[in-house]
């Protein structure tokens, strides 16, 4: 009974309230209509993985991300709604890094100001792929493009010959090259500019730019273009630097090729003077052939499309030369019981050969003998002789001959014998 009463006591102030109540809502939702957002939000990230590049899962899409559209909302009249009232996002942080998988992630929506009540909206899940992010070298190529005729573009200088691509792996390890393409213009001027990059693949499609990124984006491409280039035919000139062992030469050069065929502009091949110089090659110390391949040092607008390397081969030798010593004299085969006397002491000998052999003995061994193994006693003429090792001759020994005078030795007196004790 007592919740009856307080059911109906004041029910007249009650009844009062719940129609004031109904009257207030509909005069809200009266004063607040649904409404429809005409046109598109894009998509911001959330929480992207580091080295992470986002990927186009959807071939068909112009961008990454598609936008959010068909927004339907409640707000007052007199409420402002422009672009800036929505915002829309995803979060990455759980999306795993990957060339092979694709995540579902949710879309979120949301208005700032309180007083605009989001309803619905299109998408609220989408697909994302997160690519892990790499780096590599790449060659700059120059595209001339369609060169007007009667023109012809000298070789091109560049501020960077390789530049390091960087992004989505799957799309880096397609990259062959950077592309620099320039225009040839009718007039004939030179290039000199800086061309932005592209990247191509091996069989040369263009890659997609938009996920791939060059360090650095430019390189600052010069050629000279004329109808002066001309092509002519000069010997190679090989360059030696430093100096053989002592005692050695250069005898002869074997250069393969011995010509080349030259191009560049009149001015540019006047700096040849004649010949197609080599990078330096060295001989230092060496004491035999010295066999080098290197290439060309040419002046810069000059070039050897045909060449890009010569095969240079050093032949060294040592020059022959002579060197007189004095040497001691020893008898050969002498005999206990004779004195050999001979009539000087030493004689001059003077050897010949490579400057390097000569250079190499050590004189202080050699000695000139007579041989007397054979004389009798008196005075004889004996040929004076002396041994010298490979690559080294005899070319004279003054004297040639000296006397030899033997004599028997002395008789020792006999022992004497022992007293009778």
């Not at 002869?252 to 091949?269: E, K, N």
């Not at 607008?301 to 020059?319: E, F, N």
């Not at 050969?353 to 054979?374: K, R």
């Amino acid at each position: 009974m007592r919740v009856l009463r307080f059911i109906f006591r004041s029910w007249p102030l009650k009844i009062g309230a719940v129609l004031l109540a109904i009257i207030l809502y509909v005069g809200m939702v009266f004063l607040q209509t649904t409404q429809q957002w005409p046109g598109t939000i894009p998509i911001e990230l959330a929480n992207q993985p580091a080295n992470s590049v986002l990927m186009k899962p959807d071939p068909s899409l112009a961008t990454s991300l598609p936008t959010v559209s068909n927004i339907r909302y409640i707000a007052a009249q007199d409420v402002p709604v422009t672009r800036d009232s929505f915002r829309a996002t995803v979060d990455l942080a759980n999306v795993k890094v990957s060339e092979n998988e694709d995540t579902l992630v949710k879309v979120q929506l949301v208005a700032p100001d309180q007083r605009i009540q989001i309803l619905d909206y299109q998408p609220q899940q989408i697909t994302v792929a997160l690519d892990p992010k790499d780096h590599k070298q790449v060659g700059v190529q120059v595209d001339f493009g369609a060169v007007p005729s009667g023109l012809q573009p000298g070789t091109p200088v560049l501020s960077a010959s390789t530049v390091d691509a960087s992004g989505a792996a799957s799309i880096v390890r397609r990259v062959a090259y950077a592309d620099a393409q320039i225009r040839i213009d009718a007039s004939g001027l030179d290039v000199s500019q800086d061309v932005v990059l592209v990247a191509f693949d091996a069989t040369g499609a263009v890659v997609d730019s938009g996920k791939v990124t060059f360090n650095p984006r430019t390189v600052h491409v010069a050629v000279q273009v004329g109808s002066q280039l001309r092509t002519e035919t000069v010997p190679v000139n090989p360059i030696l630097v430093n100096a053989p062992a002592a005692g050695y030469r250069v005898a002869s050069i074997d250069v393969t090729p011995s010509v080349v065929a030259v191009r560049g502009q009149a001015d540019a091949l006047a700096l040849l003077k004649g010949l197609a110089d080599t990078q330096p090659i060295s001989i230092a110390g060496a004491t035999g052939d010295v066999s080098k391949t290197v290439t060309l040092n040419l002046p810069s607008g000059v070039t050897a499309d045909d060449v890009s390397q010569i095969a240079v081969t050093v032949h060294l030798q040592s020059p022959p030369s002579t060197v007189s010593v004095g040497v001691g004299l020893v008898p050969d085969g002498a005999r206990p019981d004779r004195i050999y006397s001979l009539s000087t002491p030493s004689v001059t000998i003077t050897l010949g050969g490579a400057t390097a052999a000569l250079n190499a003995f050590d004189t202080s061994t050699l000695v000139g003998s007579v041989s007397v193994g054979t004389l009798g006693v008196g005075a004889h003429t004996v040929i004076v002789t002396t041994a010298v090792p490979p690559g080294i001759k005899v070319v004279s020994i003054s004297p040639s001959q000296i006397t030899v005078t033997v004599t028997n030795a002395p008789t020792p007196p006999p022992a004497p014998s022992a007293s009778p004790t």
